[in-house]
């Protein structure tokens, strides 16, 4: 237990969050020099959108409550497409099979970062560089041309989301890459988890059309708060009462993520052979 809460501690160390925040800094550059690639990334972006347009669209012609608030879904379109784009969770962890296939894995047995910690960095600074990228864009589509009219609230809501959802969503990939561990592939389990976590988070539909049972099972599970959350958010602000609970859930999700990481890494350096050693 005492190792356990160092790991979930070692953020607040000064020494730990100033190299974070190099390694931060480290990998924006990298990241700045492969640009092309970023631009790239995003030009099926346009065509995902629009088969999500026309489709609404035609729901619309026959169904009143959509075409009431069609523009909101759209709105909502926008911003999950936009989020499941802005970073490849399965190359996260194929790239933590990798280090611990290959035996990489062993430098962070010494280093004053921890290994997830390094990765998470490397998460934001590429969420970072593809926000920048894109996020222009983003906002002119989903406001100007919708008319949809963005929020105070609603933005607060979704930055409190954003970072909760992204945290959750790479603890939950970080898992599935130290399962190399045990296991010696995980290519399954990573299309297992990324379709139900695709289709519980609301990426194919918003979770409001989802059958009443669904949604309230949803409710307490980790998949929505990467996509569905923050860009309902934008769309339709929750109420205060609505947006503290929810919060909640997913603090308490983070932490007891961040515990099983923790137990996770242990464990796996007791059992760990160093495959291709």
């Known amino acids: 237990m005492a190792d356990d809460m160092r790991i979930l501690s070692n953020l607040f160390d000064r020494r730990t969050f100033t190299l974070f925040v190099k390694y931060i800094s480290i990998f924006i550059k990298i990241d700045f020099i492969y640009r092309v690639d970023f631009a790239l990334r995003w030009f099926g972006y346009p065509a995902r959108l629009l088969i999500a347009y026309l489709l609404w669209r035609y729901l619309a012609t026959v169904n009143e409550?959509?075409?009431a608030n069609l523009n909101e879904i759209i709105v909502y379109y926008v911003f999950a497409l936009f989020l499941s784009q802005l970073f490849s969770f399965i190359r996260l962890s194929r790239n933590i099979r990798e280090e611990i296939y290959g035996g990489d894995i062993v430098i962070?047995?010494?280093?004053?970062?921890?290994h997830w910690l390094t990765h998470y960095a490397r998460m934001i600074a590429s969420v970072g560089v593809n926000a920048l990228f894109a996020s222009p864009a983003i906002v002119l589509i989903a406001f100007v041309l919708?008319?949809?009219?963005?929020?105070?609230?609603?933005f607060v809501?979704?930055?409190v989301f954003f970072l909760i959802g992204i945290t959750i969503t790479f603890q939950i990939y970080y898992i599935l890459g130290l399962t190399?561990?045990?296991i010696e592939e995980i290519v399954g389990t990573l299309q297992l988890y990324q379709m139900i976590g695709n289709f519980m988070g609301g990426v194919y539909l918003p979770l409001q059309f989802f059958p009443p049972m669904l949604t309230t099972i949803s409710?307490?599970?980790p998949f929505r708060y990467w996509v569905y959350l923050p860009a309902r958010a934008m769309s339709t602000p929750p109420t205060f009462i609505e947006g503290a609970s929810m919060t909640i859930i997913g603090v308490i999700w983070v932490v007891?993520?961040?515990?099983v990481i923790a137990w996770e890494w242990k464990k796996?350096?007791?059992?760990?052979?160093?495959?291709?050693?």
């Open 65 to 67: 409550d959509i075409s």
């Open 108 to 114: 962070y047995a010494v280093r004053a970062v921890p």
């Open 146 to 154: 919708t008319g949809v009219s963005p929020t105070f609230v609603g």
């Open 157 to 159: 809501w979704f930055v």
């Open 180 to 182: 190399t561990f045990f």
């Open 219 to 221: 409710v307490y599970l």
């Open 256 to 259: 007891v993520l961040q515990a």
């Open 268 to 277: 796996g350096w007791m059992h760990y052979s160093g495959h291709s050693i």
